[in-house]
Structure formats: structure tokens, C-alpha cells
């Protein structure tokens, strides 16, 4: 009997996991935005207080990361400084995302003069370097963890603006919208209920990939001084402070890789995002 004769076998449509790389990024995400929620759980040493005899220690099963010049535990200082960088992060990419995405809706919309006249105010946006226009605003506002996360936001704006318009435009010439316009519905009804949540999907992606980008930010402002002061135990006020004893470079190594290691894998997620994403 030929195999040509035999009855076509169905094919299940195989399940796609993520690949060992995003497992592992999703991981240690998961492991840091438990470091924000609920920190105590993780360490029970204080981040303010320190032994003073036990300063400078090395890192060891008492002291994970070791100690600082104050004898404070240092993976205590960075686990309870998660959640501050954590969260000015998330805001900053909120702020981008609502202001920016609402840019990039309206102009790709409607085009014609209100496209020319955002597209020139996003512009300008992009002329100004994202970490110069940040301390600009930072500068202004005042030096504390908020003022940061609202600077990075709006310093994010024309990111996603120009972004979404894109994403906009390309929607806005798809059949169901044509469709849609035909059947007898409103413009703005065609706007929030067919192209918004279609042209969203590629803001996704890019939203976890700034929210590394602002993470990074954030850090660069607070290691200059523009965020909380001390005690407070931002990431980057971490590094700023262990540059100071380069004799013990834990200080600076230990906040430095859970930073390097929290953005890589925002960075990896949204390329698998942006991948899966594709039809």
C-alpha cells in the first residue's frame, strides 16, 4: 500500500513556547518586580541601618552582596531600592505612552494640517537628546525620584508619537476600516473601537523596551544627583556612592549587574514581543 493512499493525518498546531532566553528574562523580571511588591520578604536587614563594625565586609552567605562604608547590607539596599526605580520607570513609560500615543493617534488619523502640526512639535522633541532634555525638566521641576520619572516620561513622548502614528496610518487604509467607515460609523467610533486597538500592538513591545530605556535613565539622573538623596538606595545612587571605594568593588559591581541584568531582559522580551507579533 502507497503511502500516497493513506488518509492526511491533521496537523495539532504545535504549542510555541518561549525561547530558554525569554524564560530566563522572564524570571529574573519576575524576581525584580517581586523586589518592588514585597521586599521585606527577601531580606531582613534594614536598608538605613547599619553595624559599623561590619563595614566594608565582602559578600559571603551573611552578607550576599556584602556591606557599604555605613555597614548596611548592600543586597538589602538594592532589593528595597527596587521599587523605586521600578516605579518611576513604569510612570515614565505611562506618561510617554498616554501623551505620546495620543499624539501619534490624532495626527495619523486625521492628517492634513493636525498631522503637519504635531508632526513639527514631535520634531523638536527628537531634536533634543533624551538624557539632556531629562536633566532639562529634572533641572526645573526640582531633584527628587518623581520630578525623574516625569522628566524620563516626557523626554520618552516623542518615541512613542511617532510610533503610533506609523502604526495609525498603516491601519487606517485596512478593508475593516473601510468597512467600518461604509457601515455608518463615526469617525471617533472608527478611531477607539477598529484602528486604536489594532495599531496598539506595536506600542507593546516598544513600551517594555523603554521601560529598560528609562530604567537606564533614571539611573543616569540619580547617579548624578538628580533623584533622591541618601539614604534612599536607588540603583543608581547605589553605583554613584560604591565609585567612591574602588577598593571594593562589590559596591558598584553589585548594583551595576542587577541593573545591566533587569534591562537586557526587558530588551529581550520585547524582541520576542515584537517577533510573536508578526503574522
Known amino acids: ?8 493525518i491533521p496537523r495539532l498546531a504545535a504549542l510555541r513556547l518561549p525561547p530558554p532566553s525569554v524564560i530566563l ?4 523580571l519576575a524576581l525584580v518586580l517581586a523586589w518592588s511588591l514585597a521586599p521585606g520578604l527577601f531580606t531582613a536587614y534594614d536598608p ?10 565582602g559578600p559571603s552567605a551573611a552578607h550576599w552582596f556584602g556591606t557599604d562604608h555605613l555597614g548596611r547590607d548592600l543586597y538589602a539596599r538594592i532589593v528595597h531600592g527596587t521599587a523605586s526605580s521600578v516605579t518611576s520607570a513604569l510612570v515614565a513609560v505611562g506618561i510617554g505612552v498616554l501623551a505620546g ?26 531634536a533634543i537628546p533624551r538624557f539632556l532634555f531629562a536633566i532639562i525638566i529634572v533641572t526645573a521641576l526640582g531633584f527628587d525620584t518623581v520630578n525623574t520619572a516625569i522628566a524620563t516620561g516626557i523626554s520618552a513622548v516623542a518615541i512613542f508619537a511617532r510610533v503610533m502614528r506609523a502604526e495609525v496610518i498603516k491601519t487606517r487604509g485596512a478593508t475593516f476600516v473601510e468597512a467600518a467607515f461604509l457601515q455608518g460609523g463615526s469617525r471617533w467610533h472608527v478611531l477607539w473601537r477598529h484602528v486604536l486597538p489594532n495599531a496598539s500592538r506595536s506600542v507593546l513591545a516598544l513600551a517594555v523596551l523603554q521601560v529598560g530605556l528609562s530604567i537606564l535613565v533614571i539611573a543616569g539622573l540619580a547617579f548624578l544627583g538628580y533623584g533622591d538623596p541618601p539614604p534612599a538606595s536607588d540603583w543608581g545612587l547605589l553605583i554613584a556612592t560604591g565609585k567612591d571605594y574602588l577598593k571594593w568593588p562589590w559596591l ?4 551595576a549587574l542587577v541593573t545591566v541584568a533587569a534591562v537586557l531582559s526587558l530588551n529581550r522580551i520585547s524582541r520576542w514581543l515584537r517577533r510573536t507579533d508578526r503574522p
Do not use: W
Request: no cysteine; charged share 10%.
Open 1 to 8: 500500500m502507497s503511502t500516497a493512499s493513506l488518509p492526511a
Open 25 to 28: 528574562a522572564l524570571a529574573i
Open 48 to 57: 538605613a541601618r547599619g553595624i559599623p563594625a561590619h563595614k566594608l565586609m
Open 101 to 126: 500615543g495620543s499624539i501619534g493617534l490624532v495626527a495619523g488619523f486625521f492628517g492634513g494640517v493636525v498631522d503637519a502640526l504635531l508632526g513639527r512639535l514631535v520634531d523638536v522633541l527628537l
Open 252 to 255: 558598584v559591581y553589585a548594583p
